[in-house]
C-alpha cells in the first residue's frame, strides 16, 4: 500500500561540466544557491548547476524515467528504487517519485488547422480561382509515415524525454504501451466469428439499412415519401466519420438547413429528439485509433536515446495504482509503470505534489500572410520572428517603473515589431516596452504551469 505521502518535486543538478547528477530536495538547491556553489541553468524545469564538483567526485545511482502515452496528454514521471529492510526484516523495494510532468499535445489543433488549409484549396479549386490541380491520391509516402497532428503526439514525447534524459542521469526507460480494440468498442461488445472478421454489418447495404433504422423517414422532421438523403450527424467538416452510427436520414430541406452544423446546434431548440438521435451516437475512437498507429513508433523513436526502452501493460499499472491506493491521472500511471511484487511488500511510497504542465504551444507559424475566410491573403507577416531582441513565447521578467501595473512581472510575451510588446501575467496582458524586459529563458514551444495532484472527487483522465 501506499505509505507515505507526497513530496515536493525535486531540482534537477548538473555538474561543473554540465553533467546530470542526482535530483536534489528544492531547500538543498536554496541552500547551494545562496552560499554561491551553484547558478541556475534552467528555470523552466528548473536546473542549477554546480560550481565547485564535477561528475567523478559525484556519487551517481540513477534514475528511472516512466512514460504514460496518451491522446491529448502524456505523463512522465521520475522515479529511483531503494532496496530497504521492512519491520519483519526483509528486504523489499521502495519506489519513490521525484518529478512529475504533465505533457499536453496539441494534436486536434494540428488537425483543425490542416482542414481548414484543405478547405481553403478546395474552394480556390471549385470557384475556379487561381486553379491549382489536385494533386495524385497515389503518390508514396516513406516508410513510418505519419499524419502530423500524430507525428506532433509522438516527437513532443520524444523531445519531453530527451530534456529530462539531459538533465538527469536516466539509466532505463519504462513505457506502457497498449493497443484498444476499436472494432470491438464501437460495437460496443466483444466480437467473435464473422462479426469480428468481416464486421457487424457485413452483407448490409448502408442506405437499406439506415431505412429500416429510421422507418424511411427524416430523423430531424419525421417526413415520408419525399427524398431522404444520408447526412452526417457530425460533418465531416468538424472531424465527424462516416461510420454508421454517425449517420442518419434526412429529407432535403432539413439536410439544407442542417448544412456543415453539428446536430446538437441544429437542433437546439428540440431537445427531446436531439436526445433520441444522439443515443445512436458512441463515443468517437479518435484517441484510440492516435494510440494504435502511435505506439510502436513512439517505442523506435525513445530506444534511440540510448537507454534500455521496457514496454509494460496497461492492466500492470492499473494494478500497482490499485494496490498503492493512489488516483487515476497520466502522471500517477507513469509513476505505477513496471513490475513492483506488492506481495513480497514492495510499494510505492512517495509521489510529487507539484507537477510541472507543459503545455505545447508551437514556434509560431510558417505562413507569410494572414488569410481571410475564404482563404485568399489579407494582410503580409514580417518575415522576422525576432523583433528587438525577442521572440514570441520568451520567458521574460518586466520591471515597470510606474503607473497601474508597477511592479515586477514575470510570464511569456507576444512580440510586436515596434517594440511594445505583450506580456501575459496572471491578472492579464500588460503591454510593456523591451527596455524594461529582461530574458529568463528563450522560448522553447512549450507554456509552463504548475498543478497539485487532483482530488479524488475530481480527477479525470483524458485518452
Not at 505523463?75 to 510532468?101: M, N, P, S
Not at 492492466?315 to 495504482?321: A, C, D, L, Q, S
Request: aromatic share 4%; glycine share 10%.
Amino acid at each position: 500500500m501506499y505509505e507515505g505521502g507526497s513530496g515536493d518535486g525535486r531540482v534537477f543538478v548538473l555538474s561543473k561540466e554540465g553533467q546530470p547528477l542526482m535530483p536534489c530536495h528544492p531547500a538543498r538547491a536554496r541552500e547551494l544557491l545562496r552560499k554561491g556553489r551553484a547558478v541556475v541553468a534552467r528555470q523552466v524545469p528548473f536546473t542549477i548547476r554546480l560550481k565547485d564538483r564535477t561528475l567523478a567526485e559525484s556519487e551517481v545511482d540513477g534514475v528511472q524515467l516512466r512514460i504514460d502515452p496518451g491522446s491529448k496528454g502524456t505523463g512522465l514521471a521520475l522515479t529511483d528504487e531503494k532496496k530497504e529492510t521492512d519491520e519483519r526484516g526483509a528486504i523489499i523495494t521502495v519506489r519513490r517519485g521525484l518529478v512529475a510532468v504533465e505533457l499536453q499535445h496539441r494534436g486536434d489543433q494540428i488537425h483543425h488547422c490542416m482542414q481548414q488549409r484543405a478547405g481553403y484549396r478546395q474552394r480556390r479549386r471549385s470557384a475556379n480561382c487561381r486553379y491549382r490541380a489536385p494533386r495524385s491520391n497515389n503518390r508514396p509516402r516513406a516508410a513510418g509515415w505519419l499524419p502530423p497532428s500524430l507525428r506532433h503526439r509522438v516527437d513532443t514525447t520524444l523531445s519531453m524525454a530527451t530534456r529530462i534524459c539531459r538533465y538527469a542521469p536516466v539509466t532505463e526507460i519504462h513505457v506502457e504501451n497498449v493497443t484498444f480494440d476499436t472494432h470491438s468498442m464501437s460495437a460496443g461488445r466483444a466480437l467473435t466469428g464473422v462479426e469480428r472478421q468481416l464486421g457487424t454489418l457485413a452483407g448490409t447495404d448502408a442506405r437499406a439499412y439506415l431505412h429500416a433504422k429510421w422507418n424511411r423517414a427524416c430523423a430531424y422532421c419525421d417526413a415520408t415519401g419525399v427524398p431522404l438523403n444520408i447526412d452526417h450527424l457530425r460533418p465531416r467538416s468538424g472531424g465527424g466519420s462516416s461510420r454508421i452510427t454517425n449517420l442518419v436520414l434526412a429529407c432535403v430541406p432539413c439536410n439544407q438547413a442542417k448544412g456543415s452544423s453539428p446536430v446538437e446546434v441544429f437542433l437546439a431548440q428540440q431537445p427531446g429528439r436531439l436526445a433520441k438521435i444522439l443515443q445512436q451516437v458512441r463515443t468517437p475512437l479518435h484517441d484510440a485509433a492516435a494510440m494504435n498507429a502511435t505506439r510502436w513508433q513512439l517505442m523506435e523513436e525513445l530506444n534511440s536515446l540510448g537507454r534500455p526502452v521496457h514496454a509494460w501493460s496497461g492492466g500492470r499499472t492499473n494494478e500497482n495504482r490499485t494496490a498503492a491506493g493512489l488516483r487515476k491521472t497520466h502522471t500517477l500511471d507513469a509513476l505505477c509503470i513496471g513490475e513492483l511484487d506488492h506481495k513480497n511488500g514492495h510499494s510505492v511510497v512517495r509521489h510529487p505534489v507539484q507537477v510541472l504542465v507543459a503545455k505545447a504551444t508551437g514556434r509560431g507559424s510558417y505562413a507569410r500572410t494572414t488569410p481571410d475566410r475564404f482563404g485568399f491573403p489579407r494582410l503580409r507577416r514580417a518575415r522576422s520572428k525576432q523583433h528587438v531582441g525577442y521572440v514570441t513565447g520568451d520567458l521574460v521578467r518586466a520591471t515597470m517603473p510606474s503607473g497601474k501595473w508597477a511592479g515586477t512581472w514575470t510570464g511569456r510575451i507576444s512580440v510586436r515589431a515596434r517594440g511594445q510588446h505583450s506580456l501575459a501575467t496572471p491578472r492579464g496582458r500588460i503591454n510593456v516596452s523591451h527596455r524594461n524586459l529582461r530574458l529568463l529563458q528563450r522560448g522553447d514551444g512549450y507554456g509552463y504551469a504548475t498543478r497539485h495532484e487532483a482530488s479524488p472527487s475530481t480527477v479525470r483522465k483524458n485518452s
